[in-house]
Structure formats: structure tokens, C-alpha cells
């Protein structure tokens, strides 16, 4: 099947496409990318969904508009992407949209009751005239799960090394990681969970203190100029979430704008620090809080770390960690034959492709949900008729 993935991370700072072409089933799922484009947010677009992240200006009115008009900006994204491509409507099967994550309801305990991601895909639907899947967290949700990362379940088909066991580590705006066993192992469940703060306090320190003239440390060259703070970094390594155990999932709620906020203040004016020393130390605490979840948690010590999402092209960034992690061979997804920036919308396109085809998108290991489930909801489309046919005959 050809399937096109729409990701629109926690970083807001676009819509990634993927076209993908999938076949099989598990154990022997193939799926690889044919083509992708990024379709960046304007600054008020990236605003709006900022705003709509946090609790004193994300209002009902605002949140219905965006969730519209996210439906539309996902459908151009399409558009372009069939173009660029040289397709049609007519040569796409299904859409599988991740939206986006405007709030995930985590409670003292760790316990996730609710999640939220916009973008309707009616809109998408009607635009494209593709069948459309999307709302895949909250089944999991329902079913005793964190909801993520749901990326884990691709990264068991796909990336499992023959010997060697893996971390495959997503730097979003939140970070999350997925420790996977060898192929020869077939005792071992796999381990995902989110790691804490990827690239969001960063980003928005970054805004906050350049007065909007930058909105992320491009290169991680900023941070490369200034000192770590030490001792900061320790009282920053001693918060809550980075001692519960998993399964465990984080979002803005906690490391996005108010905490960016007090630390850009924090550093200013109680430590005295500058720009890139505030910066050095929030690119630390990204790299510190990866390394330190993989000490505590990992069922067994990664002979790889993959790295993907926006966060691998911070050279900043990735150097700490190597500094952590001495002894750890870091790699990219393009290392092993895959694309770090898409890999996400590669994965909500096997999701898809899962649920079209009545299997379970969810491993109850990775997310904790009590059982194996279903995800997502279907739009139909002007080809759904056509595609039920093709795929199941006369029901």
C-alpha cells in the first residue's frame, strides 16, 4: 500500500510527509520511504499552536479554529507532497496523521488519563479525497497505556540488530527512547518510555532570550560557546520525573513554556549566566537526562544509540552525549538505511496500515496498556469503497 505519514512534533516547527509504501505483516512487515517534504510553519502559525499547548491562552474558541485549520495546513502538506512526487489522489491509499499533541494528561503518579491531538481529519479527507486515519493515542490511553511512544512498536519490526541490543533515541521536542533486544533474543521484551526534555526548553529558552530574533539554537552553536554550569545541571538532574520508572510518557505540561521561562530567568539574573552558557546547560540537561534514564533503566546496556528527530542535527547536543555515553557507539537513522527527520511519519504509516488491516499497533511492553489494541479512527474517504474492496473482497 501507499501511504502518506504526517507528523507534527512537540517542537511545532512543521509538518513532515512522508510517502511510504508498505507491504507484508509481522514478522516479515516491509515499508520504506519513496518520498518526503517538510512543510514549515509560519511564526503565527507555530504561535497558535503554542499557545494552544498551554493552559492560559490554549481556550475552547482557539483550540476549535486550530483544529481546523491544522486540517487544512496537513492537506497542503499532502498536495505538495503528490506533486513533488508526480502522483494523484488516485495513487495515494491512506493518510495516517499523528496531529498534533496540544496537552497529555499525566498525573502525580504517572498515570495518563487523557491526551489530545488536533487536526481534523475531516478536513483532511474532504481536501484530498484520501481515506484517513488518525487519533492513534487515546485506544492505548484507554487501554491502561501511556500512549506513548507508539514509535516503539515500528522500531521492534524494523530496527532490531541480529546481536547486539539497541537504544533507538527520538529528540523531538520531548525525548524518548526505545531499548530493543537482539533478533537472537527471544526472551527479552523491549523498553520504551520518554526520557524527558528534548529540544523544547532549549527552543524556547532560545526564543525567550533572543527576543524572538532565533527560535532554536541552530547546529547547537550557540550552546557551543558557553560553559555548562554544573552545578545547575545537578539541581536540574534531581527533578521527579527523571527518577520514575517506566513506562512513563512527559510532555510541554511539564518541560515546555513555564519551566523554559523560570530557567531563562533563573540564569540570568540569580547565576549570572549569558546566552550560551544558559543554552550549554539546557542542551546538558537533554544530554544528562538521556544517559542518566539509560543507566537506571535499561533491561540491558546498548551497544548503539540511533539517533532521530530534530535534536540528532544539534552537533552540540549529540557531543555531550557522546560525553556521557563514552562507551557507546552513537549513530543516526540514515546509518542504518533510514531518515532521521522522517522516521516518524513512516511510523504513524505502518500504524495505519496496522489498524487497516485489523492488526494491533500497540506492544502492552513499551507502552504498558493491559493488552494489545486496534489504534486509531478511520475518515473515510472518495476512495474508501474502492480501497475496502481491494483489500477485503465482498464482506
Request: net charge negative; hydrophobic share 40%.
Amino acid at each position: 500500500m501507499r501511504i502518506i505519514g504526517l507528523m507534527s512534533g512537540t517542537s511545532a516547527d512543521g509538518i513532515d510527509a512522508a510517502l511510504c509504501e508498505i507491504e507484508g505483516q509481522p514478522p516479515q512487515l516491509q515499508a520504506k520511504i519513496l518520498a518526503t517534504l517538510t512543510l514549515d510553519y509560519q511564526p503565527d502559525q507555530r504561535q497558535r499552536i503554542l499557545d494552544a499547548c498551554h493552559p492560559s491562552t490554549g481556550h475552547v474558541d482557539t483550540l476549535c479554529c486550530l483544529n481546523f485549520d491544522l486540517g487544512e495546513w496537513f492537506a497542503e502538506a499532502v498536495h505538495q507532497l503528490m506533486a513533488q512526487a508526480g502522483l494523484t489522489p488516485a495513487d495515494i491509499d491512506l493518510i495516517a496523521s499523528h496531529g498534533q499533541t496540544v496537552w497529555h494528561q499525566v498525573g502525580d503518579d504517572g498515570h495518563v488519563s487523557a491526551t489530545l491531538q488536533i487536526g481534523e481529519a475531516s478536513v483532511i479527507a474532504e481536501r484530498t479525497g484520501i481515506t484517513t486515519l488518525h487519533n492513534f493515542r487515546p485506544r492505548d490511553v484507554t487501554a491502561g497505556g501511556q500512549g506513548a511512544p507508539l514509535t516503539g512498536y515500528a522500531d521492534w519490526l524494523l530496527l532490531r540488530h541480529p546481536e547486539h541490543w539497541r537504544a533507538v533515541q527520538n529528540i523531538g521536542g520531548m525525548g524518548n527512547v526505545t531499548f530493543l533486544p537482539p533478533l537472537w533474543d527471544e526472551k527479552s521484551l523491549p523498553l520504551a518510555f520518554d526520557t524527558g526534555p528534548g529540544n523544547a526548553l532549549i527552543d524556547i529558552a532560545t526564543t525567550v532570550l533572543t527576543d524572538g530574533v532565533q527560535t532554536y539554537d541552530r547546529d547547537g552553536a550557540l550552546a557551543a560557546k558557553g560553559q555548562i554550569d554544573e552545578g545547575w545541571l545537578a539541581e536540574l538532574m534531581t527533578h521527579s520525573y527523571f527518577e520514575r520508572r517506566p513506562p512513563k510518557t512527559t510532555g510541554r505540561e511539564l518541560f515546555g513554556s513555564t519551566m523554559a521561562y523560570q530557567l531563562a530567568t533563573e540564569g540570568q539574573e540569580k547565576r549570572g549566566l549569558n546566552l550560551p552558557d544558559i543554552l550549554a546547560t539546557l542542551t546538558a540537561l537533554t544530554a544528562s537526562s538521556i544517559a542518566d534514564a539509560y543507566r537506571r533503566f535499561a533491561p540491558h546496556p546498548p551497544a548503539e544509540v540511533i539517533l532521530g528527530g530534530g535534536g540528532q542535527h544539534n552537533r552540540t547536543l549529540v557531543a555531550y552525549l557522546q560525553n556521557f555515553m563514552p562507551n557507546t557507539k552513537i549513530l543516526r537513522h540514515e546509518d542504518i538505511g533510514l531518515s532521521s527527520d522522517f522516521k516518524e511519519a513512516l511510523v504513524f504509516a505502518i500504524l495505519a496500515y496496522e489498524t487497516w488491516h485489523n492488526r494491533p499497533g500497540n506492544l502492552p511492553a513499551l507502552t504498558g496498556a493491559s493488552h494489545p489494541a486496534i489504534l486509531g479512527q478511520i475518515t473515510p474517504g472518495r476512495n474508501y469503497a474502492t480501497l475496502v474492496q481491494r483489500t477485503w473482497g465482498a464482506l
